[in-house]
């Protein structure tokens, strides 16, 4: 089997859900934004980043998106919605959110995730946490939500498809577990 460091930086990569207070530095953000800027794409204008290191704003994020949760036809939603303790962003200090042109003239989904993937395995490769975050995007639904894509600075026309949080992780091994067998076939 092949082994290199980009290799080992995929298959050690976990999703994180408990983060120390301090802020990341400077220099691993923007490494990470680079690697963002570096993933495949369909339209080279079709992506946006949206950094948000202000605990006061991720805190009406994560309220915003409960909220929205509470509306929801699925009950588990609803559950995370009303539980006073969840909090969406596991209390990261960062979140970055990367949003798609919506006037492209291709699905930009995928670029979007792409820049995403990329942004986690550099914060892995640097030794930071991260965890992919749906949940959040739920706050731009929300009554506020005009209101927060305004105040974040999201261009008009773009939408929010992933986002992100990133910190210093407080536990340093994360169990990998195997991988379902029979997941790969075969056609040669």
């Given at each position: ?126 030794g930071l946490g991260s965890c992919w975050i749906f949940f959040v995007l739920l706050a731009f639904n929300s009554p506020q939500g005009s ?42």
């Amino acid at each position: 089997m092949i082994a290199n460091e980009t290799l080992k930086i995929i298959k050690q990569r976990r999703s994180i859900r408990s983060f120390k207070d301090e802020q990341i530095r400077e220099e691993e953000l923007q490494a990470m934004l680079e690697a963002g800027l570096y993933a495949p794409y369909a339209w080279e204008q079709g992506r946006h980043f949206t950094v948000i290191q202000n605990k006061k704003l991720l805190d009406r994020l994560n309220l915003a998106a409960k909220e929205a949760a509470k509306q929801m036809d699925m009950e588990h939603f609803r559950n995370l919605g009303n539980n006073e303790k969840f909090n969406c962003l596991y209390d990261a200090p960062t979140l970055i959110i990367v949003s798609g042109n919506e006037q492209a003239p291709i699905p930009l989904e995928a670029d979007c995730a792409a820049a995403t993937e990329n942004l986690l395995l550099a914060a892995e490769s640097m030794g930071l946490g991260s965890c992919w975050i749906f949940f959040v995007l739920l706050a731009f639904n929300s009554p506020q939500g005009s209101e927060l894509r305004k105040e974040l600075k999201i261009p008009d026309g773009y939408k929010p498809y992933y986002s992100a949080v990133f910190g210093y992780k407080k536990a340093a091994a994360v169990n990998v577990p195997d991988r379902k067998p029979n997941l790969i076939t075969y056609v040669r």
